[in-house]
């Protein structure tokens, strides 16, 4: 198991303690593989296997990469630390780099707000899931209002 030691970033040990918790990564329910659920894991696949060509043309680049065929660089537009954006995903190794915030406005979204996730009710914290899911885990069959399958 991985530790959580000085000098990582919040990020960095936010995903560690993911990973230690046995809880799937969106709806906090106990996983079955690495990351998900059950139910979230079919999901999951199921994005895959729609957007094969996606991963198809991630994969290609992030091998390119690797090999140092492509050299990562910084944001067109501000010259700040850049991710890859394909505009054409028939073309794997031509892409743009943009920082996250210009990657963002690409793709037509607002910047990321966090506090929208703590205080919009519409996303419920993980600890409201797991107090969830704990409730339902121990309710009867009789009394529960989730059909069993």
């Known amino acids: 198991m991985a530790e959580i030691r000085d000098g990582m970033t919040r990020q960095q040990k936010n995903q560690i303690r993911h990973q230690n918790s046995g809880l799937c ?12 659920c059950e139910i979230h894991r079919e999901a999951y696949r199921n994005r895959q296997r729609k957007n094969a060509w996606k991963h198809k043309s991630r994969a290609i680049l992030s091998r390119a990469l690797m090999l140092g065929e492509i050299e990562r660089q910084g944001c067109e537009k501000c010259g700040e630390k850049a991710e890859a954006h394909h505009t054409d995903y028939s073309k794997p190794l031509e892409v743009q780099w943009l920082c996250p915030k210009h990657h963002r406005e690409s793709h037509g979204q607002k910047s990321f707000n966090p506090r929208v996730f703590k205080t919009n009710p519409k996303y419920p914290t993980p600890e409201y899931m797991r107090e969830r899911y704990r409730r ?14």
């Not at 990564?25 to 998900?36: L, V």
Request: one cysteine or more; glycine letters at 0%.
């Open 136 to 149: 339902l885990k121990t309710e009867t069959p009789q009394t529960s209002a989730i059909s069993p399958r």
């Open 25 to 36: 990564s969106i709806c906090s329910k106990p996983r079955i593989n690495a990351t998900y």
